[in-house]
């Protein structure tokens, strides 16, 4: 016969549930006493899958040489990428006229992020890159005043892009130069025509004697 105890009605309570209870209570005690004080550990932090390398943020860097030049001349881009593992750069125009989104440096018309951007190849063990913007064979009219180039590491137009992730020059245009002057006119040919001129008038009148 099942040994039981008596409860505060008086009536008997079979002693499993008395064994199950009091383990309920041995657990719960047992959790207040070691889970509670792990709230008080410090986490650890943000797990480093580099191997212990600092995670170096992306950064681009554009220089334009001339800064002040003339329409029509070339402009030499170059820079530098690090934080991330690219084989090229992207380059747009902003400016006088332009598109606010900016345009690719061969095409003023078409804004950029429609498949139409500048590229400039990485040297991947280097991480610098340059190139030569001539901008006397360029699509659309470059007007005279002050033009923004940016470089993004990703294909997006100025208005999506991350400007942290982003670097500008400003190069500042002036009219275009005439390219061939006139060639002064010697004031010994006014003489040699007269002359000449004389000679005809004689010998036609000669023959007509």
């Known amino acids: 016969m099942q040994d039981s105890i008596t409860g505060r009605s008086g009536s008997p309570i079979p002693q499993a549930r008395t064994h199950h209870a009091a383990l309920i209570v041995l657990v719960f005690t047992a959790c207040m006493a070691v889970c509670l004080p792990v709230t008080a550990i410090p986490l650890p932090g943000v797990l480093n899958l580099t191997d212990g390398a600092p995670v170096s943020p992306v950064s681009l860097t554009i220089h334009a040489t001339p800064s002040e030049a003339d329409i029509g001349d070339t402009i030499v881009l170059n820079g530098t990428v690090t934080g991330i593992t690219t084989i090229a750069v992207y380059l747009f125009l902003?400016?006088?006229?332009?598109?606010?989104?900016?345009?690719?440096?061969?095409?003023?018309?078409?804004?950029?992020?429609?498949?139409?951007?500048?590229?400039?190849?990485?040297?991947?063990?280097?991480?610098?890159?340059?190139?030569?913007?001539?901008?006397?064979?360029?699509?659309?009219?470059?007007?005279?005043?002050?033009?923004?180039?940016?470089?993004?590491?990703?294909?997006?137009?100025?208005?999506?892009?991350?400007?942290?992730?982003?670097?500008?020059?400003?190069?500042?245009?002036?009219?275009?130069?005439?390219?061939?002057?006139?060639?002064?006119?010697?004031?010994?040919?006014?003489?040699?025509?007269?002359?000449?001129?004389?000679?005809?008038?004689?010998?036609?009148?000669g023959r007509r004697r």
């Not at 429609?114 to 890159?129: C, D, I, N, S, Y």
């Not at 659309?140 to 923004?148: A, D, F, I, M």
């Not at 470089?151 to 892009?161: E, M, Q």
């Open 94 to 205: 902003t400016g006088p006229g332009l598109d606010p989104r900016g345009v690719a440096l061969e095409n003023l018309n078409i804004a950029a992020g429609r498949g139409l951007f500048t590229t400039a190849p990485v040297k991947m063990g280097e991480g610098t890159w340059d190139y030569p913007w001539d901008t006397s064979i360029i699509i659309g009219n470059l007007k005279p005043g002050t033009y923004v180039i940016t470089v993004v590491a990703s294909p997006l137009d100025r208005l999506r892009s991350n400007p942290q992730e982003s670097a500008m020059a400003t190069v500042n245009f002036t009219a275009a130069k005439e390219t061939a002057a006139k060639t002064p006119v010697s004031s010994i040919l006014p003489v040699i025509a007269l002359v000449a001129g004389a000679g005809l008038f004689f010998a036609a009148a």
